[in-house]
């Protein structure tokens, strides 16, 4: 199991860009969370299998077809035994 803490800059606020991550995340089995950031940023935690955090990753630097991703920052964290995935 891998943990990474990923930030996503650009247009990515009000365009469903959280709903979108958190079922992408639940369909992959990858526990987390996603959250908006007061900067205009969202932010999430990924914990899964490499394969699975690793799509995820892809998926955030397109996002859903109204984001306009500029950049995604990507941080390896240790693993925490994460259960479920919550939007914040």
């Known amino acids: 199991m891998v943990r990474r803490r990923v930030v996503v ?11 979108s991550c958190a079922a992408a995340a639940q369909a992959s089995g990858v526990a987390g969370w996603v959250a908006n950031q007061p900067d205009g940023t969202v932010e999430a935690v990924f914990e899964g299998t490499p394969e699975s955090v690793d799509h995820l990753i892809a998926w955030c630097r397109k996002g859903p077809p109204r984001a306009n991703v500029q950049r995604v920052e990507v941080t390896k964290e240790e693993p925490r035994g994460e259960s479920g995935f919550e939007t914040r």
Request: charged content about 10%; hydrophobic content about 45%.
């Open 9 to 19: 800059s650009g247009h990515v606020q009000g365009v469903f860009f959280r709903a």
